[in-house]
């Protein structure tokens, strides 16, 4: 059985902004996670424990495009 997943995630030009994390299990079981903005306070890296014990087919930030983001191409990561 799988851990779940811990998702690491980088404010790469200073502008800080909440987080909202989408993401789907290998079971197609689907959730969002929303992160105050204050979790940058003194930080650019932040690790979150995505609720789940499953193995995690894809993760997306601000799905939504919510957000500005200079490149929303770097916000999406899916398993081989």
């Known amino acids: 059985a799988s ?7 980088d404010n790469l ?18 959730g969002i996670l929303r992160l105050p903005v204050e ?8 690790k979150v424990k995505l609720p789940t014990t ?9 799905a939504e495009r919510v957000f500005p983001d ?3 191409g770097n916000n999406v990561w899916k398993a081989n």
Request: charged share 25%.
């Open 54 to 62: 499953e193995e995690v087919k894809w993760v997306e930030l601000d």
């Open 13 to 30: 030009k200073q502008m800080a902004m909440p987080v909202i994390i989408s993401y789907e299990s290998k079971s197609g079981i689907k």
């Open 39 to 46: 979790v940058w306070n003194n930080t650019n890296t932040w």
């Open 70 to 72: 200079i490149d929303f």
């Open 3 to 9: 851990e779940g997943a811990v998702v690491t995630i």
